[in-house]
C-alpha cells in the first residue's frame, strides 16, 4: 500500500507517522513545489511539482500515482483539497482514493462567508460575520456587534492577512486597500482545537480530540492542553454529520459565554495534529484501514486529560541539488 502527501511543506511529523503506520507494508510519497520543504526528506520518495494553479498539475499528479501504485492521496493546504475532490473521479479511475471530503464542502469550508451562511442557517453559534461594510456599520450602530472586530479574505487561510480592527477607520483604511473581505466579530474566551477522522467508507465519526489552545503561532497552536468535555463531543459529532464530512478535519471553536462557538473548519490535518497522535490518537491506522476497504470501530474520547503539547524548532540541512544531509 503507497500513499501520497500533497503539499507537504514543514509537516514532517505527518510524514513520520504515516511511514511509521505503513512500516513494512508500503510506501510514503511526497510532494511539494519547493525542494526546500523538509517534510519531502522524510518520505521514502519525493517529486518537485509546480504550483497547484499551474496548467497541467493535476495530469503530473495522477502520473506520479500511477508510477508510484498509489493507494490513497491527501493533501495539507486548503486550496488544494477542492482541486483533488473536483478531481475525485480521475483519481478513482487510477485507483487512487482521496481521503476528504466533497467538493462542496472543501469549498464552503474555505469560504468564510459561505461558512458562516450554513452555520447561522443551521443554528449553530459563530462569529457573526458580514461582507457588506455598510450592513456591519449599521449593525454596529445598533449594538448587535462590537469592536474590535477581524477584517480578514473571504478565502484564505493559516491566519495570513487577518488584521485587528478597533474602529470604522480602521476598517476603512483596510477595505481600501483589498477586495473579498469579511469583517468578523472578535470572540472572546478559551479557544478549542478539535481533531476529528470520519470513516471515508460509512461516514461514522470514528474519532475526536481536543485541546485548549495556550499558545498560538502564524495559525498554528504551539501549546496546547488536552481536555474531554461530552457537551463538546455531541456538538462535534452533530456538526460533523450533518454536514457530511469525511476523512481528516480540523475544527476550531471558542468557549464563549458558557457555550461552545464554531469559529472555522479545515478538512485536513490541522497543524496541531501531532498532540493527537502523541497522546495515543493514530489517525493515520484509519486512513490505512479504509484503503484495505475496512470500516473503523468509533473510538470517541480515547486519550488522557491534562496532557500538554509544547512545539519547539528542529532544524534539517541538505545540499542544492541533493537530498538531505
Not at 502527501?5 to 513520520?16: A, D, E, F, P, Y
Not at 456599520?137 to 477584517?151: C, D, L, N, S, T
Not at 471515508?200 to 489552545?213: D, P, V, Y
Not at 478535519?249 to 457555550?259: H, T
Request: charged share 25%; aromatic share 10%; net charge negative.
Amino acid at each position: 500500500m503507497n500513499i501520497l502527501i500533497l503539499s507537504c511543506g514543514t509537516r514532517n511529523k505527518i510524514v513520520q507517522y504515516m511511514k511509521k503506520e505503513l512500516s513494512g507494508r508500503g510506501r510514503v510519497i511526497a510532494t511539494d513545489m519547493s525542494p526546500n520543504a523538509p517534510a519531502l526528506y522524510e518520505a521514502d520518495a519525493f517529486y518537485l511539482v509546480p504550483r497547484i494553479t499551474e496548467p497541467g498539475y493535476v495530469e503530473q499528479i495522477l502520473e506520479i500515482c500511477r508510477k508510484e501504485r498509489i493507494d490513497g492521496a491527501f493533501s495539507l493546504i486548503d486550496p488544494e483539497l477542492s482541486l483533488l475532490a473536483a478531481n475525485e473521479e480521475r483519481f478513482r479511475r487510477a485507483g487512487v482514493m482521496i481521503i476528504g471530503s466533497s467538493y462542496e464542502l472543501c469549498e464552503r469550508t474555505l469560504d468564510k462567508w459561505q461558512m458562516y451562511r450554513w452555520l447561522a442557517g443551521h443554528g449553530y453559534a459563530c462569529a457573526d460575520s458580514y461582507v457588506d461594510r455598510e450592513a456591519f456599520y449599521r449593525a454596529q450602530e445598533q449594538g448587535k456587534i462590537a469592536y474590535p472586530v477581524f477584517v480578514k479574505p473571504v478565502r484564505g487561510s493559516a491566519s495570513i492577512a487577518i488584521s485587528r480592527a478597533e474602529d470604522r477607520e480602521t476598517v476603512e483604511l483596510l477595505c481600501s486597500h483589498a477586495d473579498g473581505l469579511l469583517i468578523q466579530e472578535c470572540l472572546d474566551g478559551q479557544e478549542i482545537g478539535v481533531d476529528c477522522y470520519i470513516d471515508m467508507l460509512n461516514g461514522e465519526l470514528i474519532s475526536i480530540f481536543a485541546k485548549k489552545k495556550l499558545v498560538m503561532r502564524a495559525g498554528e497552536t504551539d501549546k496546547g492542553v488536552s481536555f474531554q468535555d461530552p457537551a463538546l463531543f455531541e456538538l462535534v459529532e452533530r456538526f460533523v454529520k450533518e454536514c457530511g464530512f469525511r476523512g481528516q478535519i480540523d475544527i476550531d471553536l471558542f468557549e464563549s459565554g458558557g457555550a461552545y462557538v464554531i469559529s472555522e473548519v479545515n478538512p485536513r490535518f490541522g497543524g496541531g495534529y501531532p498532540h493527537a497522535y502523541e497522546a495515543g490518537v493514530n489517525h493515520m491506522k484509519y486512513i490505512v484501514r479504509n484503503l484495505e476497504g475496512k470500516t473503523n470501530v468509533p473510538e470517541i474520547g480515547c486519550y488522557e486529560e491534562g496532557l500538554v503539547m509544547m512545539k519547539y524548532n528542529e532544524i534539517m540541512m541538505r545540499r542544492e541539488g541533493n537530498g538531505r544531509i
